[in-house]
């Protein structure tokens, strides 16, 4: 069975390495400062305390207030589990360091939370949209979006499955 290192218990060992990185703890998770972000990672993936050394998901959420990166971590020497988030205050621009040097295969998973929610992952060699095409209108998941957006979706005139807006066995018009 895999154990969880409680937000509490991570942000605590961070404290003894990093001072002034962590933000936030609590039991399910702790929060890190942006420009401590990429030294606090490295060490847990490589500290023989802590071997985080697989990035299982990478996704984002828009508190309203802020956006945060979160990242959930496991550890298959140790059996551990643990989850680290980061904070962007900017609404108009969040930017969060890129963790792709750290886990390569966190490129895919920034470019999703770069395409649907905006954040800007900084260092990140390839972000561009992956899943909505160029010249796409804002970013889908963001709580204001249907807002921004008008009240409709881009490039349709109404939702799919409305009266008026009928397709065919292909999917087209």
């Known amino acids: 069975m895999t154990a ?10 961070i404290e003894q390495r990093f001072p002034d990185a962590v933000v936030e703890a609590t039991p399910e998770y702790a929060v890190v400062a942006p420009e401590e972000l990429i030294e606090v990672l490295t060490w847990l993936r490589d500290d023989d305390s802590m071997l985080f050394k697989f990035l299982s998901s990478l ?3 828009d508190r309203e207030e802020w956006f945060e990166v979160v990242y959930h971590l496991e550890s298959f020497r140790t059996n551990r589990i643990t989850v680290i988030k980061v904070r962007s205050d900017d609404r108009d621009d ?3 360091p890129s963790v792709v040097d750290v886990w390569p295969g966190a490129q895919l998973q920034e470019r999703e ?7 800007r992952f900084e260092g990140n060699p390839d972000l561009r949209r992956i899943f909505l095409w160029d010249g796409f209108a804002g970013f ?13 979706m881009a490039g349709l005139e109404r939702f799919p499955g409305e009266p008026g807006l009928e397709f065919n066995n ?3 018009q």
């Open 170 to 172: 292909r999917g087209t």
């Open 140 to 152: 889908p998941l963001r709580k204001d979006y249907m807002n921004l957006a008008g009240g409709q």
């Open 4 to 13: 969880t290192v409680t937000g509490l218990e991570v942000a605590g060992a």
């Open 94 to 96: 969040p930017i969060v």
């Open 113 to 119: 939370a770069y395409d649907l929610m905006g954040i």
């Open 59 to 61: 996704t984002a959420v």
